[in-house]
């Protein structure tokens, strides 16, 4: 009677561990109505460099300097305006010798005139200094694509990790129910304490929960990359890579100064702060300078003249008028304009500072990056050694085909660890590769190869 209620009481069990299962499964199956779409790491560094919106933004940054630039080589050119004058006068009007008179007419005007007020020196140190942030808004752009790569193959290493870590956890379930029920079946023949067989369901219970988690990660990850690579949210992105596969793009000899050199030289960041020093710098010799060079005004107008007293619309006929000077502007916005070439001044300054944080920034980015891979690469070694070690552990417990209370809790135990072994294996494996483009973006050198 014993023997038969356990049996009652372990169906039971039994019945709830795969009604849990069944829920895990129509879970997955309500988020996964849509087809999987399957995708691989270039296909993501290529998305990640085209599509991604904060790419696209620092394009329309571009196009906008561009258009900035134009506007300022613009300045150069004169306007032409194209229209009808009618004026009439009637009553006292005072000639140019001083006679008051009264007089009744009018005239009328019909042609065009073009126009030019070009203040040289500004307008040419303007040109100089919107060609410059041209170049500023073009290194932001391609740092914004390398900071898009590297952030979309950061996701694709989470949703690869995910999944490996699903499928561990999965595996580790096998293992811990296909236990569970041996200890059944050894409790039934009355070889196995009862309380050992409950506590293998428990274990098996918990691989239950895991495997639940893993698969949330698995859509968390997936959805985090589909937003990075600007693709649709609710159609799940699966890794082709159903392994996480360590990567070789670092060579690990490389010298640190080696790195911080091509850092120095490559980093779009660097070359934008240098754009707008230089714009800085063109800005101020403009503040300096450009009051010393005059203005150039200059007035022409080509067309017809009628009118005459009274009503009279009659005695039309060509008409021109033509003007040139030159003038310079003192005071405010010109020349002895102290605080423009101060304040001027003080953007240099500030350029030159914010060039120098920059490159701070790039070296301590290229040091960090550097010791982060080179501990990565060490874990990587140790955690490989320990899942031999946890893999020969549960080979030689389950070798044993004992059932007493220390050799079940052995085999729950090392079914633990190879679990837990096998998911630090593969999160450091995902922050190995991660490590790595880390130290290609740092050094400046995701644009020269996007493949990688």
Known sequence: MKCS????????????????????????????????????????????????????????KLAEARANRDIAQDQFLPWLNAGFGYRRHDGRLQDVTGNVFNASKQAYTFGGTLTAQVDIGDAYYKSLAAKQLVNAADHALAAQRQDSIALAA???????????????????????????????RAVDAGIAFKGDALRAQVQAGRNVLALRSAEEQRQLAAARLAQTLRLEPVTPLVARDADLAPMSLIATN??????????????????????????????????????????????????????????????????????????WRIGPGGLFDEARR???????????????????????????????????????????????AAEETLRLTRARKEFAVGAVLEMIEAERDLTRTRQDLIGIAAEFNKAQYAVQRAIGGLGADEKK
Do not use: C, M
């Open 5 to 60: 209620g356990f049996r009652d009481r372990h169906s039971v069990a039994v019945a709830l561990w795969i009604g849990a299962g069944v829920v895990v499964a129509g879970a997955q199956q309500s988020n996964h109505a849509a087809a999987p779409h399957p995708i691989d790491l270039p296909t993501v560094l290529r998305l990640a460099g085209a599509q991604n919106i904060d790419v696209q933004i620092a394009r329309e």
């Open 154 to 184: 950061a996701g694709y290493f989470d949703l690869v990790r995910a999944q490996a870590g699903a499928g561990v956890a999965r595996e580790a379930l096998g293992i811990a129910e296909d236990y569970a029920g041996q200890l059944g």
């Open 254 to 327: 490389a010298a640190l100064d080696t790195l911080v050199a091509q850092a120095l030289a490559q980093r779009p960041e660097l070359k934008q702060t240098k754009s707008l020093t230089r714009a800085a710098k063109d800005a101020h010799e403009g503040a300096v300078k450009g009051p010393l060079v005059p203005t150039l005004g200059a007035h022409v107008f080509l067309g017809g003249l009628g009118g005459g007293r009274n009503g009279s619309l009659g005695q039309f006929g060509g008409s021109e008028d033509f003007f040139v000077g030159l003038s």
């Open 342 to 388: 101060k304040a001027a001044s003080s953007r240099v300054n500030s350029a030159l500072l914010g060039e120098e944080k920059v490159r701070d920034d790039v070296v301590r980015q290229v040091v960090e990056a550097n010791s982060r891979f080179h501990s990565l690469r060490d874990q990587l070694a140790v955690a490989r050694g320990a899942l031999q």
